[in-house]
């Protein structure tokens, strides 16, 4: 859920003069573990003496649990889960182990908006008020004017969240489709749009489109007894003074929901907008005040809540590099165009696809997501589509960005530029 940032071209000149010099031990820059290094043969498997030292690192950061799957030729080929769930009860991981992705539910989410254009239910540049025009939307021109394809390359102008969504309006900060500004809120309307056009909840449609066909058996956004026992806990990141466990505030949220589904006999997974609109009061009187503000905050989200098991992520990046398709996947030019550059920013040195990151490196092309929800889960996925290769990292540790990163140097030679911010 964290924005990202991009330097300006004369800041990063700069940057790059100061350093030029720099020998690369300076800049805390590890010396790549992996053949993967200067091979693009090699596999994205991280290598054995790197594995072996993961659990000194995961403690040194403080990172209770990592879990990690790679995609090779297409298919998902290794997967490895390290640590503890929880700090305090030293609950192992498992192989059904979930991880909340964060951010990385948004390319998921708009893999199925893709599979909705192709079936021609949604139009990519119609504005989204000719489905749905929510009644927390400012009427303003430039709310008019958003549609499908802006939310999913991030050009819709809207902020990430607003800080106060029970009383604040919606509204664009600029024309959409003139810059980048990256918006949970804009995924949340189109997630509500979907809902619209397709008359099911986000994760009913999920389990149809994408994770039934897909193999993606422990995949969901929403919340229940089973996922909750299979969840990871988060845990603060490791230069915070009171590094540990926060406060479980998602997990507070969601089982209060589960509280009201469980009376209503109607099961989370099964909750669409005007569900959570009425329950809102319900929970609202059994959680801390200022917890839940607004219907959004009780309902699955297709921004920020999808949980996954690392292997069931690495079926869906698989996906992304795999050929030929299967019927019920996105078209090969819908896939060409969702891993294309979507709009022209100048002084940008990433490009945004359709629900993914775009980087230009020394060895080819990249695709690539971060996640971060509440500080403490911080993943990441990588793809590779001339290679046909993919790794997903999900952890449960507010310091997991710095794990991560050291495990896409070791495994695939990589190091973006994206690391920089």
């Not at 939307?137 to 991030?154: E, G, N």
Request: proline share 7%; hydrophobic share 45%.
């Amino acid at each position: 859920m964290t924005p990202d940032a991009t330097p300006t071209s004369l800041q990063r000149r700069r940057w790059l003069s100061s350093v030029a010099a720099m020998p690369l031990a300076t800049l805390g820059w590890p010396r790549l573990a992996s053949a993967a290094a200067c091979d693009d043969t090699a596999n994205w498997i991280p290598p054995d003496d790197f594995l072996s030292d993961l659990p000194r690192l995961m403690q040194a950061l403080r990172v209770p649990a990592i879990g990690m799957a790679v995609v090779e030729r297409g298919e998902v080929v290794w997967a490895r889960n390290l640590g503890v769930t929880n700090a305090e009860t030293r609950a192992p991981v498992a192989d059904d182990t979930l991880f909340e992705d964060a951010s990385l539910s948004k390319p998921v989410f708009a893999y199925l908006v893709l599979q909705l254009a192709d079936q021609g239910v949604i139009d990519l540049d119609a504005p989204l008020v000719r489905y749905r025009r929510m009644g927390y939307l400012a009427d303003h021109p430039w709310v008019d004017m958003v549609t499908a394809r802006d939310v999913l390359r991030h050009s819709t102008g809207m902020p990430n969240w607003r800080k106060d969504p029970a009383h604040e309006k919606l509204v664009p900060a600029v024309k959409p489709g003139t810059r980048i500004d990256y918006s949970g809120e804009a995924i949340f309307w189109l997630q509500l749009v979907v809902e619209t056009l397709t008359g099911e909840s986000l994760d009913e449609s999920m389990q149809r489109l994408l994770f039934g066909p897909a193999g993606m058996r422990d995949s969901s956004y929403t919340w229940s007894t089973d996922l909750a026992a299979r969840s990871v806990y988060g845990h603060r990141a490791v230069e915070d003074e009171e590094a540990g466990m926060p406060p479980q505030m998602l997990r507070e949220t969601w089982n209060a929901a589960q509280t009201v589904a469980d009376r209503w006999g109607k099961p989370l997974s099964a909750w669409r907008y005007e569900d959570a609109q009425r329950a809102l009061p319900e929970v609202q009187a059994i959680t801390s005040k200022g917890l839940v503000n607004w219907p959004g905050d009780i309902l699955a989200n297709a921004a920020a809540s999808l949980r996954t098991t690392p292997s069931d992520y690495a079926r869906f990046m698989a996906l992304m590099v795999r050929t030929p398709r299967a019927p019920w996947q996105i078209s090969e030019a819908t896939r060409t165009a969702m891993l294309a550059k979507q709009i022209q920013v100048p002084g940008r040195w990433t490009d945004k696809g359709l629900g993914w990151n775009l980087e230009a490196t020394p060895r080819g092309p990249v695709f690539y997501h971060s996640g971060s929800n509440g500080g403490i889960f911080k993943n990441f996925a990588l793809g590779d589509v001339r290679g046909q290769r993919a790794l997903v990292a999900l952890t449960n540790g507010g310091s997991g960005n710095v794990l991560y990163r050291r495990v896409v140097r070791a495994a695939t030679g990589h190091d973006l530029l994206a690391f920089d911010l």
